[in-house]
């Protein structure tokens, strides 16, 4: 698995970004190979992108989709006034789900849903 990083300031006059982003959002959420997408922006108004991949391979062939290529000139071009892209190995992955209790509605008993590491 591969994780991409895109950190990102905008320009102040980058008024067309959010309907490029959302569509590219949609693009990238539908590529072979995502397993996940997410965008947080910062308090300070920075944006970070976080795009997981089965493989590096799913990441080239993002990196070189036409209309991703397409998205990344206009980014330079009209967007961005700094990014920064990081392409991460994931060595090694860990996961806790908490330990959740779940009222039975038909029998009024509570139901241990223990927590487990993946």
Known sequence: MQIVIFRNHLRDDAEDYPA???AIGALARAQPGIIGFK???AADGERVTIAEFESAEAV???REHPRHREAQRKGRSDFYSEYK???CDVV???RFIQEKQVHSE???KVQD???KEA
């Open 20 to 22: 490029e982003a959302a």
């Open 39 to 41: 965008t947080f922006t």
């Open 60 to 62: 080239v062939a993002w």
């Open 85 to 87: 892209l990081q392409i």
């Open 92 to 94: 090694r992955e860990q």
């Open 106 to 108: 038909r029998s009024g």
């Open 113 to 115: 849903f223990p927590g």
